[in-house]
């Protein structure tokens, strides 16, 4: 895809946040500041607000994970501070004041600019900014759809060009409707006599907007992409779609394990179960067993599961690795090459597990992304089938702690949280020394180490990389550069690790033989601990940490 297609895609999808409950505190906060101030105040708060999102964004991410900050206490204080803004406007008192120190902040750049700035323009720059910082947690989640097409570029520019993109596309409405707004006040009588008033109106319904929002349950409606209905009756579809939609075609395959090609056309009459996954994610890996369990008990009653393989890492679009994941995992069912994410993005796919679910004429009528409600997916399976409701038990239990150290990249396109005592080098050999601390949920390195795009790579023996985690159990994706075995020695708190070992690791040891996920610790019990691995060889190949329950 070239490298403005996706951010115009981008500048879309921010332009239909504006039928986004979320959007609801932010559009009377535009408009009652659009009045105020010159004709050009309107254009200033929109690029006051572009440019501080897009800046924000691109920042915050990296701030929050090093400060271990969990994003829903980020998104709440977000509400707070537009909670805030909206006492302002009830407020004669604090709307003077906040009036006073904006065009006092907007007086100095009057000063640099020159004497044209008495149209607003500054003033409305900084009330924009302030909108963009405060908005942008609230609309985190809704965010995550542009963020996976942000993993997939390959340089910052990129990654920054989509998420200006995004917060233009999310500007062009609101200064469409601040015009409008603002032209229909300055021309009808009653507005300009009771300006205070419909300012206090604009403050009272951006806190009923607030209340909405918290009280709406914002992870099923607000911040879900796959907008679903309630649970439907015990014989029928949960949780369906409100608007089924044609199954998207099979795209770009580049090759069939245990299948011929198939086609969606060629499956009308049978029940498909769409599973996106990638062999080294170790959600995918948790939900396999249901899915080979699926296809045991209703291939014969007429259900057709397909996985599409859609890598995250360059080793995974090796077919023969995901031949070897396919054997291990018990995988009978056809699995397609997604190598290049053309059936993946066909299908606007975000998520590493995601299940779609398509009835007899070719629709998708139920999607669910990430782990858990295996129930409700069977019991669909089963009323699309014909059967009666499932009786065996899928009952899960969570993997998920809200303290878990989160995912943790190691390639410099997508690194976080490392805290070495040397800047880090891009796709050159450098020695690195560990620092006297690593803070919560950091990692360092040292010895020589070569850090590219995805993946760290040992250049020298005896090199070690040390996590700080928070979790249960810790994965690492691995690999050698050579497809030479290397053996790994793991330390858990400065000594060799023993019955906190996870099931890869023998007597201290794990032997990379190939490229795949890694089971380093196993605790019984969700706690902190220090992590440190030790190649006995160059050639060691580290990727990304993950963590579960």
């Not at 409008?180 to 507005?191: C, P």
């Not at 198939?262 to 009459?269: P, R």
């Not at 950091?442 to 700080?468: F, P, Q, V």
Request: proline share 4%.
């Amino acid at each position: 895809m070239s490298l403005f297609i996706e951010p115009i895609l981008a500048f879309f999808e921010g332009m239909a946040l504006i039928i986004s409950p979320c959007i609801l505190p932010i559009l009377p906060l535009v408009l009652s500041a659009s009045i105020d101030g010159g004709r050009r105040r309107p254009f200033g708060i929109i690029i006051g607000f572009s440019i501080a999102f897009s800046l924000f964004t691109f920042a915050s991410r990296k701030l929050v994970n090093l400060l271990g900050i969990q994003p829903e206490i980020i998104q709440y204080v977000s509400l707070i501070l537009i909670a805030l803004f909206a006492l302002i406007l009830l407020s004669n008192k604090l709307s003077e004041k906040f009036n006073l120190y904006t065009q006092n902040i907007a007086n100095i750049g009057g000063k640099v600019s020159g004497p044209n700035n008495q149209d607003g323009l500054m003033s409305g720059i900084i009330v924009g900014s302030l909108i963009g910082l405060v908005w942008l947690p609230c609309a985190g989640p809704i965010l995550a759809v542009v963020l996976v097409q942000i993993i997939r570029q390959q340089t910052d520019f990129q990654s920054f060009l989509i998420i200006l993109f995004f917060a233009i596309g999310s500007g062009v409405p609101m200064l469409i409707i601040s015009l409008i707004g603002r032209k229909v006040m300055k021309k009808i009588n009653f507005f300009t006599k009771h300006a205070t008033k419909i300012r206090k109106v604009f403050g009272i319904i951006i806190l009923l907007s607030i209340v909405f929002i918290v009280t709406n349950t914002q992870a099923q409606f607000l911040f879900s992409s796959d907008k679903k209905t309630m649970e439907q009756s015990s014989s029928g579809l949960q949780d369906a779609l409100d608007k089924p939609y044609p199954a998207p075609a099979f795209s770009d395959i580049q090759g069939w394990i245990n299948s011929n090609p198939l086609e969606i056309s060629g499956l009308k009459g049978k029940v498909v179960l769409i599973d996106f996954w990638t062999y080294s994610c170790i959600n995918c890996i948790r939900t396999l067993p249901y899915i080979t369990k699926w296809d045991q008990k209703y291939r014969d009653k007429g259900l057709v599961i397909i996985g599409v393989h859609s890598p995250e890492f360059e080793f995974e679009k090796n077919i023969n690795n995901v031949k070897a994941a396919v054997l291990s995992n018990n995988i009978k069912y056809p699995v397609a090459l997604d190598s290049n994410l053309g059936t993946w993005i066909n299908f606007n796919n975000s998520y590493w597990p995601a299940h779609y679910l398509i009835d007899k004429n070719g629709q998708v009528v139920y999607t669910h992304f990430g782990e858990g409600k295996y129930d409700v997916t069977e019991n669909n399976i089963r009323f699309l089938l014909g059967m009666d409701k499932a009786t065996t038990d899928n009952t899960e239990t969570s993997n998920f702690n809200f303290e878990q150290t989160p995912e943790t990249y190691l390639g410099f396109a997508r690194a976080e949280r490392y805290v070495g005592e040397q800047l880090p080098v891009k796709n050159t050999s450098a020695k690195y020394e560990f620092p006297i601390n690593i803070s919560n949920n950091s990692w360092a390195l040292e010895g020589n180490w070569k850090i590219e795009d995805e993946k760290i790579t040992s250049t020298d023996k005896n090199a070690s990389l040390r996590l700080n985690f928070k979790a249960k159990k810790v994965f690492l994706v691995l690999g050698t550069a050579n497809d030479k075995p290397i053996d790994v020695k793991i330390l858990f708190n400065n000594k060799v690790i023993n019955d906190m070992a996870g099931k890869d690791v023998h007597n201290g040891i794990i032997t990379v033989n190939q490229h795949t996920l890694y089971e380093l610790i196993n605790q019984p019990e969700f706690k902190s601990g220090f992590l440190e691995i030790q190649s006995s060889e160059p050639g060691l190949e580290a990727y990304a940490f993950t963590f579960g329950g």
